[in-house]
């Protein structure tokens, strides 16, 4: 089994984040990335708004002719039930797949 909360390595982490007003935030409110990354954003997250058939109404609603919302995020972390990793919204976080 793949754990990405560890193979993930902060230095890469670190890469991914630019130098802009956001970093500034989150350097000023949780820290640095070495210290509070994505990893402890996960409890946070509970996505208990996020609604698909809203979504999926937007996305008519709006001409859109095709949606590809993603399914993983760039740290690996799955939207789904992953059998192949722990690290997946369906295990951690909101506790269900997205």
């Known amino acids: ?18 130098v802009n007003r956001e ?10 990335l070495e210290k509070f990354g994505y990893k402890d954003f996960i409890p946070m997250f509970k996505a208990e708004k996020f ?3 809203d979504w999926a109404k937007l996305f008519v609603d709006s001409g859109v ?3 590809g919302p993603v399914a993983e995020h760039a740290d690996g972390f799955s939207m ?9 919204a ?3 976080g909101p ?3 997205l």
């Open 1 to 18: 089994m793949v754990n990405h909360k560890e193979s993930l390595s902060i230095r890469h982490q670190c890469d991914l984040i630019s």
């Open 23 to 32: 970093n500034k935030h989150h350097i000023a409110k949780w820290g640095p």
């Open 51 to 53: 609604d698909p058939d």
């Open 65 to 67: 002719k095709f949606a």
């Open 80 to 88: 789904w039930n992953s059998k192949l990793t722990d690290w997946n």
């Open 90 to 92: 369906a295990k951690m």
């Open 95 to 97: 506790k269900r797949t």
